[in-house]
Each structure stands twice: as C-alpha cells, then as structure tokens.
C-alpha cells in the first residue's frame, strides 16, 4: 500500500512539474512575440549559432 501511495505521490509531482514547465515555455513564448517580435524556434537557432562560434566560451 506504501508503494502504491508512493507511485501517486511521484505521479502528482511530475503533472505539477510539467504544468508549470508549460507555463513557463508559454510566458517565454509570449514575452519572445510581444518584445523581440521574434519566436522561441528562432531563439533556439540563435542560441545554437551563438554557441557553435565558440560565443558561450566567452562567459
């Protein structure tokens, strides 16, 4: 029984997470759109150059 009330725990826990996981990407999705006028794909391409020419090795 302590197992199974375990396992129900674990499952909330992780519902919560990706609940606020999602609300999260959503606010960055919105804040990306309202005040860059750009989109959370394109940051991620942006990232990805920034790191591939060694622009992260900076910091």
Known sequence: MENNSLSKERLRLWLRMLRVTRQVESELR????????STLPRFDVMAALYASEGGAEDE
């Open 30 to 37: 919105e804040r990306l759109r309202t005040e860059h006028d």
